[in-house]
């Protein structure tokens, strides 16, 4: 079965760092682009980052360019976000997802969506 597992999130001041995971297994990673979401309390799910199949390309939410970073190993079924510079307006939970098919953002396919792990960035 496809499954995704996030780690990584925690507690940290504004101005930190944080590194998030996300494993992969039950398909084959390389064949997928995948993406990052959040979802702050009382506000919508909102894309974050996306990486393409072997990740030649990626995209980013303005909100975030220059401060996160996306990456993936795929002989680890593993992607990343890296988030420097944290805000409170980070603080959510954060979800990766993988892509199939159509935009990149909230209106593409996203079939498969692991559990969350919570960010939480105090000022």
């Known amino acids: 079965q496809v499954q995704l597992v996030e780690s990584g999130g925690g507690l940290v001041q504004a101005g930190g760092s944080l590194r998030l995971s996300c494993a992969a297994s039950?398909?084959?990673?390389?064949?997928?682009?995948m993406g990052w979401f959040r979802q702050a309390p009382g506000k919508e799910r909102e894309f974050v980052s996306f990486?393409?199949?072997?990740?030649?390309?990626?995209y980013y939410t303005d909100s975030v360019k220059g401060r996160f970073s996306i990456s993936r190993d795929n002989a680890k079924n593993t992607v990343y976000l890296q988030m420097n510079n944290l805000k409170p307006e980070d603080t959510a939970v954060y979800y990766c997802?993988?892509?199939?098919?159509?935009?990149?953002?909230?209106?593409?396919?996203?079939?498969?969506w692991g559990q969350g792990t919570q960010v939480t960035v105090s000022s």
């Open positions: 997802a993988r892509h199939n098919g159509g935009s990149y953002r909230e209106g593409g396919r996203y079939v498969y």
């Open positions: 039950g398909y084959t990673f390389s064949s997928y682009a």
């Open positions: 990486i393409s199949w072997i990740g030649g390309s990626t």
